[in-house]
Nanobody, 114 residues
């Protein structure tokens, strides 16, 4: 059974940085594409970033150049480095595995104050 545990969220001022982590278990992590999503209050859950098993990445237009997704296959962990944060980045952030798209963690809250 795939388990995903997100951490690293918090309250930060606009222009600040946060690094989110997602620890995965129950799958062969090194073979799995991984993604980060976010969901703001009253809105749908949107894809933020994706990383392939080989390390190729792509990003939503709204975060490109500010966010960086990475992975450490020795730790079964995917990261999201978020820089130059804006109030509109406020959301609950979730990671997801393309190997088990129906499995979600509890998410981690990111709040950016203006």
């Amino acid at each position: 059974q795939v388990q995903l545990v997100e951490s690293g969220g918090g309250l930060v001022q606009a222009g600040g940085s946060l690094r989110l982590s997602c620890a995965a278990s129950g799958m062969i992590f090194s073979l799995a594409g991984m993604t980060w999503y976010r969901q703001a209050p009253g809105k749908q859950r949107d894809l933020v970033a994706r990383i392939t098993p080989g390390g190729s990445t792509n990003y939503a237009h709204s975060v490109k150049g500010r966010f960086t997704i990475s992975r450490d296959n020795t730790k079964n962990t995917v990261y999201l480095q978020m820089d130059s944060l804006k109030p509109e980045d406020t959301a609950v952030y979730y990671c997801n595995s393309l190997a088990s798209p129906s499995s979600w963690g509890q998410g981690t809250q990111v709040t950016v104050s203006s």
